[in-house]
DNA sequence: AATGAATGAGCTTTCATTCAT
DNA sequence: TATGAATGAAAGCTCATTCAT
């Protein structure tokens, strides 16, 4: 959203935030009552709003819930690209940057992984969402690949495979999400960022040495 | 279920028999449908059977789904009790044979897995969900951190507590678990196994050498 | 019901039986549910029988509700019968009689009265209910304008007619039926027929002139 | 309801007039089917609307049934404190007026008679209906027993109790709407006054000499 | 004659969607 | 644009009735 978007006439800026303020709205209900407990009436007094609002803005329920994960998606990939583009020194760094980027307070929120695991939760059942997710994912897994691999490169690392641990870290962060999720009294963000960093610390050791991550 | 069960009078043994044939209807409408897809009339029909007869095997379907997530959980529980009190040699035999336990096709089978995920999505919303989940959870984190414990002591290793390792691994598998769900077509079973194996490797190298798992 | 009929076969005696026991828990269901509430898995279960067992001896609801009410009506006309053949000495003190009748406990009783009126209330829209309740009240009605008319031409009242005293007495039966189930914490017996025995004194003050009832 | 509520913009206005537009709708629903036979679409149908209206508007179907009861209760309530307010000469002419309005055409309606019935049916096992029904029953009942009490007074009679009248004329005229619930082709608005006037002039004759009521 | 599992029509209720204002 | 009353399809659930045992 770059701050051009700032300068739309009043009505179109209007769209922009209502709809805004209904995928957030949409956010909300989700993650208190579940997709299936999400009606379009919850959504619109979420928001604050009347009743038709959101099929005058997203014309569907389909679409709505679309639309919301397509947001939820771009959220994300605007963080991780900015991530792997930042002028970090190493690719190690790099990597160790995304690990923490998964297990980041605003990312790793209770509300907003809800939602992702009410998605994923439909997922077999609806192609379309599958899409989104498994798309972005690829992006992921790939430029984690690139790191790995020249981690190891520069590591003479011996015994795994860029592709293992790739497979292994986004694994990791899926299922610590997935526990934050589930046990919210007893989750630790540094802990689970332990986990990854002793993960990391394990397989290349030359990079990874400090105690703490 | 001792074998003494089955000499059940017909009655009472057709009772059980229908139960288990809705549960397993139950499952396969929630894995081709979702949970909110899934209506009473699809589990009858999915059943071969009427209407009607889900609430009255069920009563309503908030229950039915509250059984099936406890059938599936029983179903695992037993398959962990049996790993866990194998009669193997050391921990990490047995650490390895839980890790290839849910990696095991029927385990890790896309519509066993589609009914857990639809169940976690709506976690957050039925706290009734929750708790079967996170009860079993905890059984299964103290017995792997108790495995850990002892390959920890036994191997001498710093730098990892049990802690760290168990997390680790069993955020690992679920995050293999909605890998295997999301990505059916690029999932491989073995693949997985590998990153598991190799994260073993790294963190106990004393007591996983072998190239393959 | 003559004693002969005690002395049936086991086998349809067993049949009248069941019939009476089904009966009776009708009368029971629909005093304790109302008749919207009662179900015939109700009415089998208060009988302590099973499911199937009412549409075996009464094939429909609607005939179990009709013979229920037939059933009511019979006792009833028993009774008023019994008391209108009295050897009673003289027109008022049959009256009187059939007064007291129908304040008689086992008459006057919540558990029945609340099914005449549920039948009373479903009346206007099931007429073969309102055939039988018009058939036995036309009956009564004949035989207390009899009664009344011979009182008048005995006291040689004047002011009144027979049909009068006859609307009036019967409607006031109805009426004190009614509070009876409406107000049972408040209903007395003894003042009903205080009241009944007010208005006879009233309008056949020669017949009538005893202090109490 | 002043004339101002007239004035109610026409949002609110017609909430309100829908609201008796479908308790109309009920009413005659229940007087032509009955309380166990009206389902929630006969009621929109009824009133020529669609079928969520219904609930729309009253949320289910147990408080559309309460709310009819109440709008009757209140109709009634309305005509009686009118009655009794009216400033009317003296104490007799006001009880005549009360007897008179229930038998005036519009309270002893057939249609509106069933409903009562069909509430009365269901009393003893819905105490929600039995306390509406009960708590107006007693504001009549305290009216009426002052207005007899100052009868009696005024006439120095003897030999019967204000409590008896009152008791004797209120269930009357519940006895008589029963009977023109049940027989609708002999029942004769007129005839039923003459009855209850009958009474009247034998308990309180110096007050009531006319021929005709 | 009796049982109780099974059926399926019918009911209440919910909710995405439409539309007059 | 926005509103919220209205719609009607579809869902969960009940229950009279049937039928194999």
Redesign the interface.
């Known amino acids: 959203m770059p701050s051009t978007a700032k300068k739309k006439d009043s009505r179109t800026a209007s769209r922009e935030r209502r709809r805004e303020q209904l995928i957030d709205a949409t956010i909300k209900c989700i993650?208190?009552?579940?997709?299936?407990?999400t009606t379009m009436a919850d959504v619109a007094r979420e928001a604050g709003l009347s009743q038709g609002i959101v099929n005058l803005h997203f014309q569907t329920k389909e679409n709505l819930l679309y639309q919301t994960l397509q947001y939820l998606a771009d959220e994300y990939d605007e963080l991780f690209r900015r991530e792997l583009d930042a002028p970090s020194l190493e690719p190690a760094q790099i990597l160790l940057g995304l690990m923490r980027l998964d297990l980041r307070p605003s990312v790793c929120d209770?509300k907003k992984l809800?939602v992702w695991?009410?998605?994923?939760?439909?997922?077999?059942?609806?192609p379309t969402y599958?899409k989104i997710?498994?798309q972005y994912?690829n992006g992921y897994d790939e430029a984690m690949l690139d790191l790995c691999q020249q981690i190891i490169e520069d590591g003479g690392y011996a015994?795994?495979?860029a592709?293992?641990?790739t497979?292994?870290l986004?694994?990791?962060?899926?299922?610590?999400w997935?526990?934050c999720?589930?046990?919210p009294k007893s989750w630790d963000r540094h802990?689970?960022l332990?986990?990854?960093y002793?993960?990391l610390?394990?397989?290349f050791p030359q990079h990874y040495q400090s105690t703490t991550p």
């Open positions: 993650s208190k009552r579940g997709l299936g407990g209770r809800a695991f009410a998605y994923w939760g439909e997922a077999k059942a609806m599958r997710c498994a994912d015994g795994v495979t592709a293992q641990v497979d292994a986004s694994s990791m962060t899926d299922g610590l997935l526990s999720l589930l046990h802990a689970a332990a986990s990854v002793s993960y610390k394990a397989v």
